[in-house]
């Protein structure tokens, strides 16, 4: 009985990732956090972290590409967004940034409903990092999925970063 119990204070300890996905985020330069928001439900859920410092050039692409590898996230590709793309991601209640159960959209057309859960804290130039996080998005109404669900945003000037990430359905 000893045994059982260790060993799944153990697996609760070691696997925090897979229990409370995109976790690892809240401790990378927690120095220049400002922003944490998480949702988990039975179905899915979100994460979106944001970070602000006080010189150019804090957040370096390689870094933080190699720790969220380190973390398990694989990267996949990157986008840059221009001042003029951002117009695009204005919506009722500001700067959104366009990541829904569809996946993430740079050239929205309509304001998803699940864009209101990612606020654009960032909105000036940036650079886009996608990842495979190792969780699914599920397309509402579909049984179409998505594996690139995870998001890192540097603005162009290193001064500030964000992560989403969107799973389940």
Known sequence: MKNAIFL????????????????FWADYHKDYLKKHL????LRGGYRAVYWKADSL??????????????KGWSFVDSVNI???DLKAWQGVNGLFFPLSSDGFNKNP???????????????????IYMFKT???????????SNDVNGFVVISNKGDEMSVYHLWGE
């Open 109 to 127: 057309t309509t304001q998803h409903n699940e864009y209101e859960c990612f606020f654009s804290w960032i909105n000036t130039e940036q650079n």
């Open 82 to 84: 221009s001042n003029e």
């Open 38 to 41: 998480n949702n988990q439900e």
């Open 8 to 23: 799944t204070l153990m697996l609760v300890l070691f696997s925090c990732n897979r229990i409370e996905p995109s976790g």
């Open 57 to 70: 050039n804090t957040f370096n692409p390689n870094e933080i590409i190699e720790y969220a590898t380190k």
């Open 134 to 144: 190792g969780w699914i998005m599920i397309e509402q109404g579909t049984d179409e």
